[in-house]
């Protein structure tokens, strides 16, 4: 993918009571390494209500809504790995990938590239169980 992605973006281990409660997370690492504004972070959570960001088995996409596109800094993938699952409207998710593209082509470029990654399941596990970020970093960035 083409964004910058480090060990910063990525958030090992996290244990949440709720899908609220990691997309908070996500948000606040997006704003503190000045890639959002809080706003955007705080559209991450209206997303939500307005529809699932679920996408398959065990992995959701938290992102904000349209309205807040310019509240994007500049891109920003932050990767949430919940190893003992937490409960996305009925389903159970253990990696929660927030995003925000600036601009519309690039946030359809994130979501291509991540796309390539999550349809093969075996990278897919090996971001859910890994405890090196270094190891997620690389299963993103080597998506083209």
Request: net charge negative; with cysteine.
């Amino acid at each position: 993918m083409s964004i910058s992605l480090d060990a910063q973006h990525v958030l090992l281990g996290r244990e949440h009571q709720s899908k609220e409660d990691v997309i908070r997370e996500i948000g606040q690492r997006m704003v503190a390494l000045g890639e959002v504004t809080p706003r955007y972070a705080e559209a991450m959570l209206e997303k939500e209500q307005q529809c699932s960001t679920w996408i398959t088995d065990g992995v959701a996409l938290p992102h904000g809504t349209s309205a807040v596109k310019d509240e994007i800094l500049q891109d920003s993938v932050v990767v949430a790995q919940i190893p003992q699952g937490v409960d996305w409207g009925g389903k159970r998710v253990y990696l929660a990938i927030g995003l925000a593209g600036k601009g519309s082509q690039q946030h359809l470029k994130l979501l291509s590239g991540l796309a390539e990654v999550l349809q093969h399941r075996d990278k897919v596990d090996k971001l859910i169980r890994t405890g090196d970020a270094a190891e997620v970093v690389a299963i993103l960035t080597e998506a083209r």
